[in-house]
Structures are given as C-alpha cells and as structure tokens.
C-alpha cells in the first residue's frame, strides 16, 4: 500500500440533477482519508476522462441516477481505456438496476454501489482494490 | 541521499521526456510523484528545471467563495482566444485529523475539457501551511518546462497567512469580493503588502465600486512618495480592478494588466523575485537532505541522542544544532 493517500475523482456523467449522493461520498471519502476531486453535475464522458488524465486518479467513481447508465458508462471506460488510463479502478453508484450490472463490469466497471451502501463499505473496497501507483 | 538511483532514473527520465514531447499522461504521472516527492521526480525535475524559466507564474489568492476558480475559468478562456497554452495548479486544504481532501475547484473549470493546452490539477495541502502544497513550486516548474505559457496558482483559500503564494509566483493576485468587511482582514494577513494586483470580484453585487474605491484609498495612503529619501522596505502599490467572474466583465483588462506585469530578463523587480524563489527552493531540499542524512542508519542514534539530551535540558538547542551539523558530510 502506498503510503500517501488514495486519490479518487467522482463525477456525474450526463444531464442527472441528482448530486446528494455524489456530495455525501465525497464528502464521506474525505473523511476516510482520500484525496478526493469533486467535478460536480452535468459532466460528458469527454470532460470525465480528462479529469482523471490531469488529475492522475487512482479511481473513477461514477454516480449516476437518471436511467442512462448503460450508455454513458462504457463509453466513459472506453475512453478511459484509450487514452491509456487502464490501470484506474472505475467504480459507479447510484440507482442501477441488477439485471444491467453484468453488462457494465464485461464494459469495465469494476463494482456497482447502490442506496444503502454505507461510506465505509465503499472505502474499505477502494483500500483493498485501487492500484498502487509510484 | 545524492543522486537518485538507477531505476528512479531511468523512470524520471521517461516520464521528462514524454512531458516535454507532449504526453499529458506524462506530465500527469509526473506531477503525482512530485506530490508523493519520490526519487523519480527528483530525477525527472534534473532534466526539467533547465528548461523551465519562460511561463509567467501568476498566483491567486483571497478569502473563500471571493470567486477564485471561477476567476481562473474566465482566465483560461481568454488566454486561449489567443492561443496560448494554459496550465492551473488548484491548492486545496487536507483534513490535519485524517490526511484527506476535498478538491473541489474544478467544479468552476469544467469548459475547457477537451482543450489540449488548458491543463488543470487539483492539489492537497496535506499539512503544508501558507496557502499551498509543498510541491507546488516544481509542479509549476514542469509545467513550465511542458511549454504552457501562463501558469495560474490557485491557493487554499483561507484568506489569511497566504502571503507563501507571492515567493511562488512572479505576480500575485488578491481577490476581493465587495461588503464582505474583507478590507480589514486583508490587511491583518498581510495580504495586500504581497498584491500586485488586487482585484475586487463579483463587480455585479452592490457595493463592489464602493470596495474598490475603499482599497484605492487606502492603499495610496501606505504607498511611497517618490523621493522622500525613506529607503526602508515598503509594501508595494498595486492596482486595484473591478470584475465579475461569472461573465466574464473586466477579465480582458486584467489580464493585459498581467501581461505588463510578466518578468523581463532587464527588470530587476522579477530578477530579485525569481531569486528569491530559488532560495526558497534550495532551502527547502537542503533542509529535506540534511534531515534524512541526520535519519539514515549510520546516524539516527547519534541524532536521536542529542535531541534527547535538548529535551533534558542537557544541552542547549544552539550547541545541539552546531553537533548535528558537524555530523552530516
Ligand atoms: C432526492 C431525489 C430527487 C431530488 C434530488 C435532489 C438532489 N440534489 O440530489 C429531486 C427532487 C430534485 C429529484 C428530481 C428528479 N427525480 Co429523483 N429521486 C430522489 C430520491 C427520492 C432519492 C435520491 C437520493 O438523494 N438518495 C440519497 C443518496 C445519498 O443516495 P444515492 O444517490 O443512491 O447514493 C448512494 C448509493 O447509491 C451509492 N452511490 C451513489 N453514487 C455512487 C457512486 C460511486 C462511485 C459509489 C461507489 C457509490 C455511489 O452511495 C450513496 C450512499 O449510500 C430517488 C429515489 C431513491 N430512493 O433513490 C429519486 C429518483 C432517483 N428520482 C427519479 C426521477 C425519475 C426524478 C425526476 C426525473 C422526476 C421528474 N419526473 O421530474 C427528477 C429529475 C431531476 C434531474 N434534473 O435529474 C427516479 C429515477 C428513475 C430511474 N433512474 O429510472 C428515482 C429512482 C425515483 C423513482 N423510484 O422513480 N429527485
Ligand atoms: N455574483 C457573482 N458571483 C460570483 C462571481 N464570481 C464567482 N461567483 C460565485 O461565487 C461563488 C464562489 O466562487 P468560487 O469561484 O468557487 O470561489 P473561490 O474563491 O474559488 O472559493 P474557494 O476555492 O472555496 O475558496 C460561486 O457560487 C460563484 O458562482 C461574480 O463575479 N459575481
Ligand atoms: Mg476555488
């Protein structure tokens, strides 16, 4: 384990006015100690991939409540992926139905969180499964 | 401690040459390990530093929610109208209790996404006091050495004891924003003695021109009057502008008040800025070196047993500090 903090960018992807959640991870991840870069709503795909490029993340965490999950979020890993970022853990959140899960993680996403999910839960994942880097 | 080993070498290098040749990832990757200050970086900024010297460092500072980062978009978005590469370095604080962070400045900076030449990085304090990271002099040196043309160093934000951010930059921004009784506490950090521009944001609210013409006022008052003879130190005279942020009024002007303000090889304001910038650099990796050296295996117990005898009142801490000294090579 490295021994400076996890960085990890959370982003809303597409036109989702639900943030509470997003707000209460960053929130909550800051208070477990990672360095975490809030890009707020409204965010393209395009926009998202250039945060976690210049901000060098360690992990992408998208929450997304509007229904549009399976368009927005392959692409995002796609374009993660070609611009070389394929050691960044991607992680998503919000209101996703379980049948559309498989389909996300053969895309990329590593886990899928849920209402409920407890800010610990998420940071004890992030802990045992982001990347170390150099 | 001296020079890095081969493998850091060898990655530092790497990573220089694919900052210079135009890989952001790179740039990206080397801008964490000078974060984490790691032997890559210090490999990498070897090569850098003799490349860097040509941006203007511009740092921003002033109380929170004054309209910083929303001052820095509009920035980026006239300095690409004419087509110069932009870099932003956007300081924010770490908890002291768990290390964490909340960087939230990008939020205000997401327009330019896309952009090749805009490149913007969020930094943690992580326990660094005066309104900035420890690293963010070389950060801003790599992005120099990258070709971005003006770099912009957005700082914590506590309005107070950020004076740091004036030996970092050639020119400082302060940021007021109007009624905010902001006048006072200014002047208690400090910061308008370090301003070369102040600037009174949010010029749409009422009592922004009253503001500004309240800090016009007094800083004629603590400004020199040619000739007196009285050659103390005094702080300097800054301009002071009206803008808002939010559309972008007022923005062109300060930014061709910037460009006069850019260091000139002949001037020998920048010239005594730039050096004093170098001492606080050196100082602070010599201090880093003769730490570690005072750390490492061959010494650790004779320090330590110094200090103890600082602690009981054995020795005294100057005799201390000439011992410890002696020690390193
Ligand atoms: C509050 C709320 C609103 C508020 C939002 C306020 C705000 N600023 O956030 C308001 C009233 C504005 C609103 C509006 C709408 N809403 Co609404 N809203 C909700 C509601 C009731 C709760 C959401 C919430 O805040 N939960 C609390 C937070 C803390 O939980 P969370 O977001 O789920 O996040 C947790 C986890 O999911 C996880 N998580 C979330 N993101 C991430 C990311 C990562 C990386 C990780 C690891 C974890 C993680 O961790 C969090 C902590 O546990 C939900 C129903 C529900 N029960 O979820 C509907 C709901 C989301 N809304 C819904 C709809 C349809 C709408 C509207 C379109 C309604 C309309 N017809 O106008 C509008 C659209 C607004 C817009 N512009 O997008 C639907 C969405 C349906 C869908 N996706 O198929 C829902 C599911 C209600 C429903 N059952 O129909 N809404
Ligand atoms: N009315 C008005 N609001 C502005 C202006 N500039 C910024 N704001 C608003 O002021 C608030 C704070 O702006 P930021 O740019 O985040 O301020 P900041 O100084 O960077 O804040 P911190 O980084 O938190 O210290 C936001 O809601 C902005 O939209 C302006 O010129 N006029
Ligand atoms: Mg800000």
Redesign the pocket.
């Known amino acids: 384990m490295p021994d400076h903090p996890i960085k990890v960018l959370i982003a809303k992807p597409g036109l989702d006015g639900h943030d509470r959640g997003a707000k209460v991870l960053a929130r909550g991840l800051r208070d477990e100690g990672f360095e975490v870069v809030y890009t707020g709503l409204r965010q393209t795909p395009e926009m998202i991939a250039t945060a976690a490029l210049q901000e060098d993340v360690d992990v992408v965490g998208l929450s997304i409540l509007s229904g549009a999950h399976m368009t927005l979020l392959p692409r995002i890993c796609k374009l993660l992926r070609d611009e070389g970022l394929d050691d960044v853990l991607i992680t998503a959140g919000g209101i996703i139905p379980d049948d559309d899960i498989p389909a996300l993680k053969e895309a990329g996403i590593a886990e899928v969180f849920g209402p409920g999910t407890t800010i610990r839960e998420v940071a004890d994942y992030l802990r045992a499964n982001a990347n170390p880097r150099d | 401690m001296g020079e890095p080993g081969p493998e850091p070498a060898a990655r530092g290098r790497e990573l220089a040459e694919g900052a210079l040749a135009g890989d952001r990832r790179a740039t990206a990757r080397l801008l964490t390990a000078i974060e984490n200050r790691t032997p890559v970086a210090e490999a990498a900024l070897r090569i850098l530093y003799p490349q860097a010297g040509q941006a203007h460092i511009v740092g921003i500072t002033?109380?929170?929610?004054?309209?910083?980062?929303?001052?820095v978009s509009a920035l980026i978005a006239n300095v690409r109208e004419a087509g110069r590469p932009v870099a932003v370095i956007a300081v924010?604080p770490s908890s002291p209790i768990t290390g964490g962070a909340l960087l939230?400045?990008r939020v205000?900076m997401q327009a330019h996404a896309g952009d090749r030449d805009v490149f913007i990085r969020s930094m943690a304090a992580r326990g660094h006091a005066g309104g900035l990271a420890a690293a963010t002099g070389a950060a801003a040196a790599v992005l120099d050495a990258c070709g971005f043309d003006l770099i912009l160093i957005?700082t914590v934000?506590t309005g107070q004891s950020e004076v740091e951010v004036a030996a970092a930059a050639d020119t400082t921004v302060v940021?007021e924003a109007p009624e905010m009784g902001d006048e006072v506490q200014a002047i208690k950090a400090g910061l308008l003695e370090v301003a070369d521009i102040v600037v009174v944001?949010?010029?749409?609210?009422p009592g922004a021109q009253r503001t500004a013409a309240q800090l016009r006022a007094m800083l004629v008052a603590i400004a020199p009057r040619p000739g007196d003879g009285d050659e103390r130190p005094r702080p300097k005279r800054p301009e002071v502008l009206l803008?808002?942020?939010?559309?972008s009024v007022g923005v062109p002007e300060l930014l061709a008040v910037l460009d006069r303000h850019r260091p000139t090889d002949h001037d020998s304001g920048s010239a005594a800025a730039r050096l004093a910038r170098a001492e606080a650099q050196v100082w602070a990796i010599a201090g880093d070196r003769v730490r570690a050296q005072l750390h490492d295996d061959r010494h650790r117990e004779a320090t330590e047993a110094t200090l103890r005898a600082v602690a009981d009142h054995e020795l005294d801490p100057y005799a201390a500090a000439d011992r410890l000294l002696g020690d390193v090579q």
Request: no cysteine.
């Open positions: 002033g109380p929170p929610g004054s309209g910083k980062s929303t001052l924010d939230g400045d205000r957005e934000g940021l944001n949010k010029g749409d609210r803008t808002t942020a939010s559309t």
